[in-house]
């Protein structure tokens, strides 16, 4: 099984900061990567498809990256709204979410 | 529009069997897998297993043994059965759709839509 791992576990960062999340993939997964975003007490939302395609409504200072087995979430100006865990997810062999960080304002 | 419903008993005991529903509305299960996520409490997600669209079934291997999921296309519902609960199976199960695709040579895969999802407490 291809296990997800993502850092840091729990970042903080100042209102307007651009911010880095990171995903590393145990094996190759060819950008087969999601990205969602999930608030306290909320079902997970979809951010970002197959790496790098911004799902329909989600603001543009939300991108990714990556391929082979490191991937990216980037957000250019770090906003209160964005106050959540952000999991990655991969589709390449089997179904798995990374573990997730949790992003909080400074 | 697209909406997914989770349904189920919110409270098992150890060695039961746990039996959820999630009743969608605005696509076919014909057209669209619906995978299973679930959330310990204070945790991450964990896939569970899936049904596509043609019917077929993949599972996490942690649960497969445990695990089956099925679905009435004409009740557009789709059914968890995982049996043996053990404490560690409390938390949040959601239903989410997914939006499976090639286009261009590419195979896309996400979940597009979520239900609210349901607690599911073990526990003697």
């Known amino acids: 099984d291809i296990q997800m791992t993502q850092s840091p576990p729990v970042l903080s960062a100042s209102v307007g900061d651009r911010v880095t999340l990171s995903c590393k993939a145990s094996?190759?997964?060819?950008?087969?990567l999601d990205w969602y975003q999930q608030k306290h007490g909320e079902a997970p939302k979809l951010l970002i498809y197959?790496?790098?395609n911004l799902q329909t409504g989600i603001p543009s200072r939300f991108s990714g990256s990556g391929s082979g087995t490191d991937y990216t979430l980037t957000i250019s100006s770090l906003q209160p709204e964005d106050v959540a865990t952000y999991y990655c997810?991969?589709?390449?062999?089997?179904?798995?979410f990374g573990s997730g960080t949790k992003l909080e304002i400074k | 529009q697209v909406q997914l419903e989770e349904s189920g008993p919110g409270l098992m005991q150890p060695s039961e069997t746990l039996s959820l529903t999630c009743t969608v509305s605005?696509?076919?299960?014909?057209?669209?897998?619906v995978g299973w996520v679930r959330q310990p409490l204070g945790k991450g997600l964990v896939w569970m297993g899936t049904?596509?669209?043609?019917?077929?079934?993949n599972y996490n291997s942690a649960v497969q043994s445990r695990l089956s999921i099925s679905r009435d296309t004409s009740k557009s519902q789709v059914f968890l059965k995982m049996n043996s609960l053990q404490p560690e199976d409390t938390g949040t199960y959601y239903c989410?759709?997914?939006?499976?695709?090639?286009?261009?040579?590419?195979?896309?895969?996400?979940?597009?839509?979520w239900g609210q999802g349901v607690m599911v407490t073990v526990s003697s």
């Open positions: 989410a759709r997914h939006d499976d695709y090639y286009y261009d040579g590419t195979y896309y895969d996400y979940f597009d839509y």
């Open positions: 605005g696509f076919s299960l014909t057209s669209n897998g």
């Open positions: 049904i596509w669209a043609g019917g077929s079934t």
């Open positions: 094996q190759n997964i060819n950008k087969n």
């Open positions: 197959y790496t790098n």
């Open positions: 997810y991969q589709y390449n062999s089997g179904l798995t």
